[in-house]
């Protein structure tokens, strides 16, 4: 079975960091674009860092760029994103998500995300 569980989420104060992590399990993660997506309450889920199959390439909504960090390691099928300077706008649930197009189609897999409050 396809699975990719989040974690490391929480509250924190404006300015503190958190790490969060996605352990990929039930496919080929190599073949996959890594993404995370943020949801906050009444908005659009967005989608805030991206990172190729190969690692090679990321890419950032404009609103975290210069404080989160997409990386992954392939040896271990996990993800992360490193958020620093939170503020209280980056207060949502993170979603981790996988991608790629294949020859058949689309696919896509998702997370149950976990919650990342920023809050004095």
């Known amino acids: 079975q396809v699975r990719l569980v989040e974690s490391g989420g929480g509250l924190v104060q404006p300015g503190g960091s958190l790490r969060l992590s996605c352990a990929a399990s039930?496919?080929?993660?190599?073949?996959?674009?890594m993404n995370w997506y943020r949801q906050a309450p009444g908005k659009e889920r967005e989608l805030v860092a991206a990172?190729?199959?190969?690692?090679?390439?990321?890419n950032y909504a404009d609103s975290v760029k210069g404080r989160f960090t997409i990386s992954r390691d392939t040896a271990k099928n996990m993800v992360y994103l490193q958020m620093n300077s939170l503020k209280p706008e980056d207060t949502a649930v993170y979603y981790c998500?996988?991608?790629?197009?294949?020859?058949?189609?689309?696919?896509?897999?998702w997370g149950q995300g976990t919650q990342v409050t920023v809050s004095s």
């Open positions: 998500n996988a991608g790629r197009v294949y020859i058949l189609g689309p696919q896509n897999y």
């Open positions: 990172i190729t199959s190969g690692g090679g390439s990321t």
């Open positions: 039930g496919f080929t993660f190599s073949t996959y674009a």
